[in-house]
């Protein structure tokens, strides 16, 4: 599966984004999508994560209550949408494919995209 992220950008904190990631490739609609972030400095964390159906969501403490992850597979597309951004939401912001369902490890994934950055202004 290849993926292509975009949406990330510059905005201030407060404000929102919304991520996409296109999927290509083998058959998008099996196997769970996640979001995934790195900071400078820091390792990559787990972020969101949905089944195939959409029926089973996954998020991280950090963003739970402001981020929602969603995907639609007529379109090979999987989404996250940003609100109430902080500051600490700075990083390059990673689509992941071919995952267990459940899964919230990077090991739990099996194809990434190249990353978006997302940085938020104070």
């Known amino acids: 599966v290849q993926l292509v992220e975009s949406g990330g950008g510059l905005v201030q ?16 609609s099996s196997g769970a999508m996640g979001w995934f972030r790195q900071a400078p400095g820091k390792e990559r964390e787990f972020v969101a994560a949905i089944s195939w159906s959409g029926g089973t ?33 700075t990083a390059v912001y990673y689509c992941a494919a071919e995952g267990l369902v459940g899964g919230t490890r990077g090991t739990d994934f099996g194809s990434w995209g190249q990353g978006t950055q997302v940085t938020v202004s104070s």
Request: hydrophobic share 35%; proline share 2%.
């Open 13 to 28: 904190a407060g404000g929102s984004l919304r991520l996409s990631c296109a999927a290509s490739g083998r058959t998008f």
């Open 57 to 89: 969501i996954y998020y991280a403490d950090s963003v739970k209550g402001r981020f929602t992850i969603s995907r639609d597979n007529a379109k090979n597309t999987v989404y996250l949408q940003m609100n109430s951004l902080k500051p600490e939401d």
